[in-house]
């Protein structure tokens, strides 16, 4: 089977409309590794594709609060469907700079709208599905101007709509304000790694690995590389890839284990 898909896509195979790999979100594939004599395959969304999202239409009523909310029709870019009625995905590019602060999210009445984002995948053409027989392209890729940029409309109220009510904090008595473990979002991590990078940017080796280790727990490796880049930037290359190949998730440190080290730091 050939099909043409973005150089820069990566996949996981899947049956029907899930994943087949243990740990798929950390186990990236390109095109060509996926075995398609047995799997469908699914596009990775979020940093593992380069900043993909697939904005998910799940019916007649996300196409409705779609056209009542923004007042106009989806921007044109790569898309395809699953033949039922009322189904379809557009992709489109995201700018870096906006990863760490998305998230999926469900809109609409129902919750049929669905932005997906990192730690998601989208079944895409020509795999097969379970009631229609296969997915189909209504704009297949043919080059890399195919994917835009996702609108200024969309990104302005998926930003709106990721944004966390204001963190409860508390005072501590001997070292000021301190951050708390609930609710972790994509900017809450943000604020605490920028808070350990402001109260030690060149950590011992111990603090630094826990620090890179519970970032991954929370977003995923390819985020953390990225977070942990922009606050602790490596001194060598491949530092964090080499890092990284120690990672478990099972038994990495947590977002708790973070904020008890900014805490008592």
């Known amino acids: ?14 049956l029907e409309k899930s994943p087949v790999t243990k740990d798929w979100t950390n186990k990236p594939l390109a095109y060509e590794q996926i075995d398609f004599t047995k799997y469908g395959y699914g596009l990775l969304l979020g940093p593992l594709s380069s900043g993909v999202m ?51 999210i469900k809109v609409g009445p129902g919750k ?31 080059c890399s101007d195919d994917l835009k940029t ?33 609710n972790v979002t994509p900017n809450k991590l943000e604020k605490a790694l920028m808070e350990a990078a402001k109260r030690d940017s060149r950590p011992t080796y111990d603090d630094w ?19 942990m880049q922009r606050h602790f930037p490596a001194e060598r290359s491949g530092e964090y890839d080499a890092l990284f190949r120690g990672y478990d998730h099972d038994k990495s440190p947590r977002f708790g284990s973070l ?5 008592n730091h």
């Open 54 to 104: 697939a904005l998910d239409f799940d019916g007649t009523e996300a196409i409705e609060f779609y056209q009542q909310q923004f007042q106009k029709k989806p921007t044109n870019s790569v898309m395809w469907t699953s033949g039922k009625p009322g189904r379809a995905q557009i992709a489109y590019s995201v700018p870096e700079e906006y990863w760490a602060s998305l998230k999926t």
């Open 150 to 182: 996702i609108p200024k409309y969309l990104m302005d109220f998926w930003l709106e709509k990721c944004s966390p009510p204001q963190p409860q904090r508390s005072k501590a008595v001997t070292r000021g304000e301190e951050f708390t473990v609930s």
């Open 112 to 142: 049929k709208l669905e932005f997906r984002w990192a730690g998601s995948q989208s079944v895409i053409p020509p795999s097969p599905h379970p009631e229609t027989g296969r997915y189909r392209w209504i704009n297949q890729p043919t």
């Open 209 to 227: 690995r826990l620090i890179a280790f519970a970032c991954a727990s929370e977003c995923g490796v390819e985020i953390a590389k990225s977070l």
């Open 1 to 14: 089977m050939t099909v043409l898909v973005m150089e820069n896509w990566r996949f996981t195979p899947v």
């Open 259 to 263: 904020i008890h080290y900014i805490n």
